[in-house]
């Protein structure tokens, strides 16, 4: 009877859900699906609810908020969107400080009002990065220095990410505490379960905020 209950719970979220039209997910290597054969939380997205939303996956493998300029062909490429999901920050803490903090979250500004610019009614949300496992971590991202300094800056990024979300009146999601510790592949990068972890998270957090 309770999963009963829990399955039809769950149709009824679906059946309710304002989120519609086009959904642009722009991202990192986690959006984009490293790791898992593209199977990120934008799959699942697609997969789970592709019927009342078109999740697009703008993800691509190392991106860092200073990479901000590959937002406009992306922009271009799809006029008239109903939102926009920025997934970014990880990259750019590699043996993270409070500048380069400072520095996503000039980034993320950028961003936003190249959205608001150029498609004015999409909605926009930002999405605070997963936080990584630093027990699990693999030797080449060790390597890369994905350290103390990068968990501690995320932690940081998160607390800024929501108050920038909340001074321009857009939306916000927090991942940082949503991959269990043992759904990451390497430390850094979810696996298929992690995935399914964040694309649930999203999804409630999108309901949430705007149903």
């Not at 691509?60 to 901000?68: A, V």
């Not at 004015?120 to 027990?135: T, W």
């Amino acid at each position: 009877m309770v999963v009963v209950l829990s399955v039809a719970s769950l149709a009824m979220v679906n059946l309710r859900s304002n989120i519609h039209g086009k959904v642009v997910c722009f991202g990192d290597s986690i959006t984009h699906g490293a790791h898992v054969d593209g199977h990120s939380w934008v799959y699942f997205l697609e997969k789970d609810h592709g019927s009342t939303a078109d999740f697009i996956n703008a993800g691509r493998n190392g991106r860092k908020t200073s990479d901000k300029l590959e937002l406009l062909p992306v922009l271009k490429k799809n006029p008239n969107a109903n939102y926009y999901l920025i997934f970014l920050g990880v990259n750019d803490l590699k043996n993270g400080t409070e500048a380069m903090v400072n520095d996503c979250v000039k980034n993320m500004k950028w961003m936003i009002a190249q959205i608001q610019k150029t498609d004015p009614k999409a909605k926009i949300v930002i999405l605070a990065p997963s936080n990584i496992n630093l027990k699990t971590m693999a030797q080449y991202n060790v390597r890369k220095k994905y350290n103390e300094n990068t968990q501690k800056s995320l932690y940081e990024l998160e607390k800024r990410y929501k108050e920038l979300a909340k001074e321009d009146h857009l939306g916000f999601i927090s991942l940082l505490h949503t991959v269990s510790p043992p759904n990451y592949v390497d430390g850094l990068h979810p696996t298929i379960k992690g995935q399914k972890q964040i694309a649930a998270k999203v999804w409630e957090g999108l309901n949430k905020l705007y149903n």
